[in-house]
């Protein structure tokens, strides 16, 4: 049992410190984007008669992007894809900081509204996001193979 605990702790030795780098960068980057998204979302008045607004009308992505749910799913799946509990915390958290701060700047900038109190919550879970990516990288367990049993 403790053998099996300690293969599924050893970290991937062979992943270079930039390939790290470049890997959270595109995961911040995932998240600025999908909260540049998600506000322009927001603020976009469907009209059915624009082919491409018409299409995003019927997908009702407004919608999907303003539940917490959509947001839960992708950093559980971040965390779980990650090759270590402390590469899961640091990307589940660049994704939550590049989503938050890119959310509320637009926000800001364009919108000329500033949702303090909102925001306030989304930031509070940011900071406890990396707890919960490290709880959820375990949580994913140690696949076993049929030849594992013999």
């Given at each position: ?20 780098i470049?890997n ?33 009308g ?19 799946t ?5 090759k ?25 900038l ?34 076993q ?6």
């Amino acid at each position: 049992m403790e053998n099996d605990f300690k293969k599924l702790t050893i970290s991937n030795k062979n992943l270079k410190m930039q390939n790290k780098i470049i890997n959270t960068f595109l995961i911040f980057l995932f998240g600025v984007i999908l909260g540049i998204f998600s506000k322009w979302l927001d603020n976009l008045s469907i009209d059915d008669s624009v082919w491409w607004q018409h299409i995003l009308g019927m997908l009702n992505l407004h919608n999907v992007f303003s539940l917490f749910g959509i947001w839960m799913f992708i950093a559980i799946t971040i965390s779980v894809f990650s090759k270590t509990p402390k590469r899961a915390s640091i990307n589940v958290l660049c994704f939550f900081l590049g989503m938050t701060v890119s959310y509320h700047l637009y926000t800001i900038l364009f919108c000329d509204f500033n949702p303090m109190k909102y925001m306030m919550i989304w930031y509070g879970f940011t900071l406890i996001s990396p707890l919960l990516a490290y709880v959820c990288w375990y949580a994913k367990g140690k696949k076993q193979s049929i030849n594992d049993n013999k």
